[in-house]
T-cell receptor, first 115, second 114 residues
Framework: AAGVIQSPRHLIKEKRETATLKCYPI?????VYWYQQGPGQDPQFLIS???????DKGSIPDRFSAQQFSDYHSELNMSSLELGDSALYFC??????????????FGSGTRLTVV | AQKITQTQPGMFVQEKEAVTLDCTYD???????LFWYKQPSSGEMIFLIY??????QNATEGRYSLNFQKARKSANLVISASQLGDSAMYFC???????????FGTGTSLTVIP
């Protein structure tokens, strides 16, 4: 079965550079979520999109922005990278249902290292 | 207040034995979902099991079962007949009502000993 596809799998950037992470949700999933997991930490919610509109916002820094495109894929843009941005970035997708569903599938993540 | 609490940073279990990973949650929303995910060293987040707040029976998925005690707000994961491949981080998570985000616990690192 098709899963959530994230690219790239690994990314190394220097401080103050920019990075773009991509996420391709499961077909027919129209809601996309981004999470950041620092080393030894639990995943922290960044932002979500439903039908190309931002639906919820978590602890996303102002240096980051994201959007969802007409084909439902999403991109997380990160500027002025800092060492502390080094983390595993997960994308997940789901159908727009409430609690009681488990159609919330994570991608394999993008490991960003800022040097 | 922490919405999901996992009090066991690390656990060891002998191969073929059962192990229980603890999870307590905090919510005032009557409708919520509880999830367990496995994260091996490779990093991907693998869905294991789900329990809805209105489900009458404990969820089971193969060797995984969820011991859901609603009054105590606990959702412990039981892994039966542990295998070496079960060694990983395990995260408990909750989604409230129609909310978008998951709240994760800090995880439990499980090591299965041969």
């Amino acid at each position: 079965a098709a899963g959530v596809i994230q690219s790239p799998r690994h990314l190394i950037k220097e401080k103050r550079e920019t990075a773009t992470l991509k996420c391709y949700p499961i077909p027919r999933h129209d809601t996309v979520y981004w999470y950041q997991q620092g080393p030894g930490q639990d995943p922290q919610f960044l932002i979500s999109f439903y039908e190309k509109m931002q639906s919820d916002k978590g602890s996303i820094p102002d240096r980051f922005s994201a959007q969802q495109f007409s084909d439902y894929h999403s991109e997380l843009n990160m500027s002025s990278l800092e060492l502390g941005d080094s983390a595993l970035y997960f994308c997940a997708s789901s159908l727009p249902q409430g609690a009681g569903d488990y159609g919330y599938t994570f991608g394999s993540g993008t490991r960003l290292t800022v040097v | 207040a922490q919405k999901i609490t996992q009090t066991q940073p690390g656990m060891f279990v002998q191969e073929k034995e059962a192990v229980t990973l603890d999870c307590t949650y905090d919510t005032s929303d009557p409708s919520y979902g509880l999830f367990w995910y496995k994260q091996p060293s490779s990093g991907e987040m693998i869905f294991l099991i789900y329990q809805g707040s209105y489900d009458q029976q404990n969820a089971t998925e193969g060797r995984y079962s969820l011991n859901f005690q609603k009054a105590r707000k606990s959702a412990n994961l039981v892994i039966s007949a542990s295998q070496l491949g079960d060694s990983a981080m395990y995260f408990c998570a909750m989604r409230e009502g129609t909310g978008n985000q998951f709240y994760f616990g800090t995880g439990t690192s499980l090591t299965v000993i041969p």
